[in-house]
């Protein structure tokens, strides 16, 4: 017997604002709504493929009352597949990220950024061929 990693929750204030902001960062789509959930994913999910094999979690954004108070324990990482770090977090930035410090110090390869909730996340390793990233880029 095993389990599957179907879903990562974030709790949050604005399910629909966050999960906008989410899609356009992944390319994602709502694929459920709910009173007070979104979920988001690249792919509607079913019983047998998520039993075939291990497949993508989808994105559940449940409201709560409650504000974030501390650092996320658990953050994603996300990796450009068209553009350099640089570029894509400038394009985050344009979607509603901020740039945040929690400790990470200078001359990283990665940017830290938190969603328009709070909620950090990294922008990490371009996946673009060599020669579509910025010749500063060190992704």
């Not at 990693?5 to 960062?25: K, Q």
């Not at 994602?28 to 009173?35: H, K, L, N, P, S």
């Not at 996340?121 to 061929?129: G, K, M, Q, W």
């Amino acid at each position: 017997m095993t389990s599957r990693f179907t879903e990562l929750v974030l709790d949050c204030h604005d399910p629909e604002r966050l999960a906008a902001f989410w899609c356009a960062v992944l390319d994602f789509e709502v694929i459920d709504q709910g009173e007070g959930k979104v979920e988001i994913g690249s792919w509607q999910p079913t019983v047998e493929e998520v039993r075939a094999r291990q497949m993508p979690p989808t994105i559940v954004f449940i409201r709560v009352p409650e504000g974030k108070t501390v650092k996320n324990r658990l953050h994603l990482d996300v990796s450009p597949i068209d553009a350099s770090t640089e570029d894509e977090a400038a394009r985050l930035l344009a979607l509603g990220a901020t740039r945040v410090d929690v400790g990470q110090g200078p001359g990283r390869s990665w940017v830290v950024m938190a969603d328009p909730e709070g909620n950090e996340f990294d922008v990490v390793r371009s996946l673009a061929p060599a020669d579509q990233r910025l010749p500063a880029d060190c992704s």
